[in-house]
Structure formats: C-alpha cells, structure tokens
Nanobody, 127 residues
Framework: VQLVESGGGSVQAGGSLRLSCAAS????????MGWFRRAPGEEREGVAV???????EYAVSVKGRFTISKDNAKNSLDLQMNNLKAEDTAIYYC??????????????????????WGQGIQVTVSS
C-alpha cells in the first residue's frame, strides 16, 4: 500500500486548501480511512475519518469547516479545508485501514486501526 498526499502549502487565515491522498495497492472504497495531523510540539491527532459506508466523524475543532470524502474513480481520499485558522498549521497525514469499519469517534481517536500512512504534507496558515 502506498499513500501519497498532495495539495498542501501556505495560505492566509480564512483561506481554503484541498488535500488529496492518492492510493496504490489499495482500494479506498471498502475501508476506513482518515486524515490526521501533527502540530509543532504536539502529538498526532485525528482530524476526520470516513467509513466503508460513507459515514464520517470530525474533530470538534474542524467540524463545519473541513469535509472528508472519497473519490472511488480516482481511488483517492480528499480533505476540503475552508476558513482555515492559524491553529490548523500542521503536517497532515493520510491513513488507511484494512478494516471495513464505519466512521466514528472511536475510529478518529484510535490510530492503531490504521495500517498504512502517507509521508505527510505541510499546511501553514498565517494570521
């Protein structure tokens, strides 16, 4: 399994970015996937997850601003980020599970569910 993130960069507060994670050796449709992030000096945390049935769960800090989705035709996982804030600055990671789970708070908080991880991509939001 290989996961490659793209779409990161620098943006001013209030702006938008769209992250994409291209998967190879893996089908995004049937399995649990998610986006995680690590801010400077912090532990990696769950941002958003999407289950095999399309169910989603978001961190409280991003709910209403971020949207996670799968593109089965492109075999990719996307994260649309709107109204970005300085506290969203972090390295963002795509993660894939081999489990056919639905999106839930537990899936958001349990990183051991995910078997494969991307290399990460930087998102910087300036205020």
């Amino acid at each position: 399994v290989q996961l490659v993130e793209s779409g990161g960069g620098s943006v001013q507060a209030g702006g938008s970015l769209r992250l994409s994670c291209a998967a190879s050796g893996y089908m995004v449709g049937p399995y649990l996937m998610g986006w995680f992030r690590r801010a400077p000096g912090e532990e990696r945390e769950g941002v958003a997850v999407i289950g095999n049935d399309g169910s989603t769960e978001y961190a409280v800090s991003v709910k209403g601003r971020f949207t996670i989705s799968k593109d089965n035709a492109k075999n990719s996982l996307d994260l649309q980020m709107n109204n970005l804030k300085a506290e969203d600055t972090a390295i963002y990671y795509c993660a894939a599970s081999s489990r056919e789970y639905y999106g839930s708070r537990w899936a958001l908080e349990t990183q051991r569910l995910y078997d494969s991880w991307g290399q990460g991509i930087q998102v910087t939001v300036s205020s």
